[in-house]
């Protein structure tokens, strides 16, 4: 089970830390005490992330053409076309785990390319493959490659001279930066992690002179969230909704709203309950409640009422969260936050304490060592 206490070891020595009983937790959890306690002693010693991030692309000289003619290229094309259409169906509706295992037939066409065409059609898979990971909250796999997609458009870039292949680098950056933010262990160092990745992918977008766009400050503003550099995170949440409608990346203002305000919504002494909630009506009437977006933002409107430390908004939010559940339960992570949430009232924590335990929350990840 995703949300067995084994794989919630951050999760699980922050409370030990805040000294929650190991018999309260295990009672919520489900576990045995003796087992919480390992799991929070092996928790004080992570594994550190295998972060093997390339350097920006560079061109070298070009020694011969590369160029693709008749029935080879017709091929290629016909490839490049499967390969975002299965994209495009299995992520419109929410099988991301299928679509990993439709694209993985795909590689063995491309294996060993040395075409540039060839090569970047092969990091595009893949970049495809981590994208369906890291919606799971599939690191492990999200992190081998995204990773392996930005060596191989670097490695094209470097023949084709091609500034899609320099946006297909960023492109695989942003999912590698927020793998390395989802496989946070409670400490600081994955956030830096992932800002270091943005700044590589910011260096790439410049190059290919393609203004970066919304997901690029809100995965900034995420970090510097969890760091806790709260008015910094706000600035560049702002600016991720604003790029997001320079840039038309949005379906709607509704879509706009919801790439910012979710976190807004947290921030300050005084978390918008009322606010939070609006915005789930505007996530509802654009995705619809069966879509990963509309788990998302039950989770976030739970986490605002619970920081509001109003004891009526409090069981209102719980409320809202409990009668959501069968609706969060297919999205790997979202239920792993849920059911994290869900505790929340029982652990009797005081306000700092529940202030940090719900950033911790937020960011929990069952599946990261998957």
Not at 1 to 11: D, G, Q, V, Y
Not at 62 to 72: P, S, T
Not at 339 to 356: A, E, N, V
Request: hydrophobic share 40%; net charge positive.
């Amino acid at each position: 089970m995703a949300t067995a206490a084994r794989n919630l070891e951050p999760e699980i020595e922050l409370l030990r830390s805040f000294g929650v009983p190991a018999v309260r937790i295990s009672n919520l959890l489900d576990e045995s005490a003796a087992n919480v306690r390992q799991i929070s002693r092996r928790a004080q010693f992570p594994r550190q992330i295998p972060l093997e991030v390339p350097a920006p692309p560079i061109r070298e000289a070009q020694i011969e053409e590369f160029l693709l003619y008749g029935r080879k290229q017709k091929a290629l094309e016909a490839l490049e076309c499967q390969t975002e259409d299965i994209f495009n169906q299995y992520a419109s509706s929410y099988q991301f785990a299928e679509g990993v295992r439709v694209l993985e037939g795909l590689l063995q066409v491309v294996s060993a390319p040395t075409n540039p065409r060839r090569i970047r059609l092969r990091a595009r898979i893949h970049h495809h493959i981590a994208w369906f990971s890291i919606q799971q909250g599939k690191v492990k796999s999200a992190l081998s490659h995204g990773q392996f997609s930005m060596s191989l458009s670097r490695q094209a870039y470097k023949s084709s001279w091609d500034r899609l292949d320099l946006n297909r680098y960023v492109e695989s950056a942003l999912i590698v930066s927020m793998a390395a933010h989802l496989s946070a262990e409670g400490q600081n160092k994955s956030e830096l992690y992932s800002l270091s990745v943005l700044w590589l992918a910011k260096e790439a977008a410049e190059a290919a002179r393609n203004p970066r766009g919304s997901e690029h400050f809100r995965q900034r503003a995420s970090a510097l969230f969890h760091l806790g550099y709260e008015d910094q995170a706000r600035k560049y949440f702002l600016r991720a909704m604003q790029k997001a409608r320079e840039k038309n990346e949005a379906r709607d203002e509704n879509h706009v709203q919801m790439i910012g305000n979710r976190f807004l919504n947290l921030l300050g002494k005084t978390p918008d309950w009322d606010g939070a909630q609006g915005l789930l009506l505007k996530v509802e009437q654009t995705f619809g409640k069966g879509s990963l977006e509309y788990a998302i933002n039950v989770n976030y409107s739970t986490a605002a009422g619970f920081l509001t430390s109003d004891p009526r908004v409090e069981r209102d939010a719980l409320k809202l969260l409990l009668s959501n559940t069968p609706l969060i339960d297919p999205f790997g992570r979202q239920a792993s936050v849920a059911k994290l949430l869900s505790i929340t009232p029982d652990l009797r924590l005081g306000p700092d304490q529940k202030s940090r335990w719900i950033k911790q929350v937020l960011r929990a990840n069952a599946l990261r060592k998957f």
